[in-house]
């Protein structure tokens, strides 16, 4: 799990920064407060007894009597200069002044007063003299330590109270400032509005303001403002938002500072320049308005993410000194850090009302779709994008290629297609790895586009996280391969290419470079094997969301896992260098043995339902709540029961009688398990389905409500298909999808994750329903303008991607060129040859 710390730095916005909490300097501070308590108790280990009487001593703030093993007279004091070794004592109970004095006397001896040299004592008192003064000197000397222990655990324990005095102060005066600046700005802007509009500001609400701006099919018109008092409007607006006192004239390059790109789209090109300047200054006011909630979303992200820090900083206090434990509890609270956010967010809410009636003919929806993408973030174009592109038609121009020639070859000669060839389970199981990579890639970009923070909620390196742009790129350099092997396999299967190896061996580079990637760069593979393993280990290991995430796809991916086990079982075997022209090439007696069929297959297809029934059991256990663990848990299990009778389907199918009662109970399984399960997608995992919310869900995060119910009428397709994928290939069942259709159902199970991991992302953003997270605030996702490793490589300059565009045309040209040449040589000889 990624520190708090990491997260934090990552969602901080860089112009505020010394304003969020400390945390690392508190983190700092209880470290040093566990080293003096740890220290304390160990001296306490050594000498329990002395160790209490000196902390009751400290505690009730008086000096420790000085502890011994003999009960010693008082000292006496020096009454003169003369040194006290050299001082006789006037009666036999009286010592030197110096604790140590009798280290330094040998064994048996005392001074003598006239020639300073040491008489004999009796050897019983001298030996009780000098054990006395060992045993006091190592008394006192714990004594100190004790004591400095007890100051310094006392000490960093009042420096964390005034450290997260301070914090709280610092981060709650900040809070209250901006939102006093927002306020201002926004009681500045609606009363400007009202005032052009020959409105009372002080009697008008916020539902009275009639529209300024009406848009129906891309034009725009201003509606109750005259030119001169837009143009007044327009330059207050701008002179008090920016801060500046110059007087802006109402003209194109004072309007400009405050449009962006896309608001000049906006203007009608054709209208007349009298409607046009009313157009840009409306403009400015609805940037103005843009710019003002963008502000407060991450004001609101500030409060979540500052009420959080606090939040797990006190837990760690109360893990380090628990006999303090709950000191904090009524002072770090929702309401102490920010106001838990509430106010911005009621701002914010006002923002979306103003903005929908002025701009969006009172549609709320449309309104957060218009203020929340910001230009900036992180999402505009770049050359890159342009690479991209052009390879990405590179990719389409094979893929047509190979399906052209697998249909025409079967056509023309009656030769098999890909699909019938040998190798082919490697390759369908290679084209399920890519699926998973170009979804995940559509994934991050769908999250990021509206704001959904994955990273914050699955608990990922910020460091590491990667732009959809570098998945993207990645994805299509392993497809280029992908598709260059699969071309290359079927030209050499049909000896379109000459034949030296076997064909074979297009596969096995395949499969080597699917390791590879699996492997390399370890940076990023090491943890994504991590979480694999922490995912398998389900019961020994309390998973996060991610982990359920992960678990949640791996039961997308059965199909996967079985082709993954059958390419080990052809590359292992050695059956990759057998020519496709002999008779062994199709036998693959390792894929007929029992072991392979009804023991590995079945287990794999279990496998991934096995693992999250595991998740849900452990969550359960960690958090004592039936609800909704135990009810998920059932999910699965009764999954596994349909996929358990249908994978020992043919044990049943001794009579007709007992195969139709057979074929009716897992009839009923499959039913009840697809409705459970498309159920608890629709209203535990994405939270719709509410009446109260016309069957949708609170505050949704995607602009198209009509999207949501496509969605889930697609789910509930999907999920019976999903079913059937599950019933092991050649299981004997009659309900079983026939092996050509094995590639389309894993595409479609895959696509249907990832549209389900869409809603899922956002529900768990919007309101912690699984509760994986202490609090349930989740802040906004912006581009901060903190460094990533994506952000560290230099930006391609365009001269850089022109250079590799022409490069591979000209390879590609030349190809051609040869390929034409080629081919008309051949048909020239063939004709000379008839």
């Excluded at 100051?151 to 709280?168: P, W, Y």
């Excluded at 837009?230 to 449009?259: C, F, H, I, P, W």
């Excluded at 549609?363 to 779709?369: G, H, T, V, W, Y």
């Excluded at 593979?525 to 995912?535: A, F, G, N, Q, S």
Aim: glycine letters at 6%.
């Amino acid at each position: 799990m990624v520190e708090f710390g990491l997260k934090l730095e990552d969602n901080k916005v860089e112009e505020w920064s010394e304003y969020y909490i400390q945390y690392e300097r508190l983190k700092k501070i209880l470290k040093k407060c566990k080293e003096a308590r740890q220290k304390c108790a160990d001296l306490e280990e050594k000498r329990p007894d002395e160790a209490a009487t000196i902390r009751k001593a400290v505690e009730s703030g008086l000096s420790t009597p000085h502890q011994s093993s003999v009960n010693l007279p008082q000292l006496s004091e020096p009454t003169s200069s003369v040194n006290p070794l050299n001082k006789i004592s006037e009666d036999s109970h009286h010592e030197p002044t110096s604790e140590l004095s009798s280290l330094f006397h040998p064994l048996g001896t005392s001074p003598d007063e006239s020639s300073g040299r040491y008489s004999s004592y009796g050897s019983e008192s001298a030996l009780t003299r000098a054990f006395s003064g060992v045993s006091d000197y190592f008394s006192r000397s714990f004594e100190r330590q004790f004591r400095d222990a007890l100051k310094e655990a006392s000490g960093t324990a009042n420096e964390f109270d005034e450290a997260l005095d301070e914090e709280i102060k610092r981060v709650n005066d900040f809070y209250s400032s901006k939102m006093k600046e927002l306020e201002e700005r926004l009681i500045f802007l609606k009363e400007s509005v009202k005032v052009a509009r020959g409105q009372n500001a002080d009697s008008v609400s916020d539902s009275d303001l009639t529209p300024l701006i009406t848009q129906r099919k891309g034009e725009s018109s201003i509606l109750s403002l005259n030119a001169h008092t837009m143009e007044n409007l327009a330059a207050a607006v701008r002179r008090r938002l920016t801060g500046s006192r110059k007087s802006y004239d109402s003209n194109e390059d004072s309007t400009q500072r405050l449009l962006g790109d896309e608001d000049e789209d906006i203007i009608d090109r054709n209208a007349n320049p009298e409607d046009a300047r009313k157009m840009k200054e409306a403009q400015s006011i609805k940037r103005a308005l843009i710019d003002e909630y963008r502000t407060a979303k991450l004001l609101h992200n500030f409060s979540i993410m500052n009420y959080t820090g606090f939040v797990k900083i006190v837990k760690k206090y109360d893990k380090t000194i628990k006999e303090c434990q709950g000191k904090f509890k009524k002072v770090v609270t929702s309401d102490t850090i920010c106001n838990g956010g509430k106010d911005v967010e009621g701002f914010a809410n006002r923002l979306e009302f103003l903005f929908a009636n002025w701009f969006c003919d009172r549609d709320i929806n449309e309104a957060r779709a218009q203020m929340l993408p910001k230009k900036g973030d992180g999402l505009q174009m770049d050359w890159s994008q342009l690479r991209l592109g052009y390879r990405m038609g590179m990719c389409s121009v094979l893929a047509l290629w190979v399906c052209w020639d697998c249909i025409w070859g079967m056509l023309q000669n009656g030769s098999t297609t890909i699909g019938g060839r040998t190798a082919f389970p490697v390759f369908r199981g290679f084209f399920g790895l890519l699926l998973v990579q170009w979804f995940w890639g559509a994934s991050v970009w769908v999250w990021t586009r509206y704001r959904v923070n994955y990273i914050y909620i699955m608990d990922l390196d910020p460091h590491l996280v990667r732009s959809p742009i570098a998945i993207f790129n990645d994805s299509v350099d392993d497809t280029l391969f992908y598709l260059i092997t699969m071309l290359l396999y079927y030209k050499a299967g049909v000896h379109d290419i000459p034949g030296n190896f076997p064909a074979g061996i297009f596969p096995a580079i395949a499969v080597c470079y699917a390791l590879y990637r699996l492997i390399f760069p370890l940076q990023l593979r090491i943890p994504m094997w991590t979480t694999i393993w922490e995912v398998i280990t389900a019961p020994m290991t309390s998973p996060a969301f991610y982990h359920s995430y992960i678990g949640d796809i791996f039961t997308s991916m059965v199909k996967v896992f079985q082709d993954l086990a059958w390419t080990t079982g052809f590359m292992l075997s050695g059956d990759f260098l057998i020519s496709e022209d002999s008779k062994r090439a199709t036998n693959h007696t390792w894929s007929h043995a029992s072991w392979y069929k009804q023991i590995l297959i079945p287990l794999l297809t279990l496998a991934p339902l096995w693992f999250r029934f595991n998740q849900c059991l452990r969550r359960y256990m960690d958090t004592g709540n039936r609800f909704p663990h135990l009810a998920n848990a059932f999910k699965y299990a009764l999954t596994q029961t349909v996929t358990l009778f249908g994978a020992f389907h043919p044990l049943y199918m001794t009579n007709k009688h007992e195969s139709a009662l057979f074929q009716l109970f897992w009839t009923c399984a499959f039913v009840s398990s697809s409705l459970y399960s498309f159920f608890w997608d629709v209203y535990m995992d994405w939270g719709l389905g509410r009446p109260e919310f016309r069957f949708l869900g609170p505050r949704l995060m995607y602009p198209r409500r009509k999207l949501y119910f496509v969605i889930i009428g697609l789910d509930l397709v999907l999920r019976f298909a999903w079913v059937l994928t599950l019933v092991p290939p050649e299981s004997g069942a009659a309900f079983a999808l026939p092996a050509y259709l094995t590639a389309v159902s894993m595409m479609l199970e895959l696509f249907r994750r990832t549209v389900w991991g869409f809603l899922r992302l956002e529900n768990e953003h919007r309101s912690n329903t699984a509760g994986y997270r202490r609090v349930g605030f989740v802040p906004l996702h912006f581009a901060t303008g903190h460094t990533h490793d994506y952000n560290k490589a230099k930006e391609m300059r365009g001269t850089s991607v022109l250079i590799e565009v022409a490069f591979v045309t000209i390879v590609v040209v030349a190809a051609a060129a040869v390929s034409v040449v080629a081919a008309q040589h051949a048909t020239q000889r063939s004709g000379h040859e008839l």
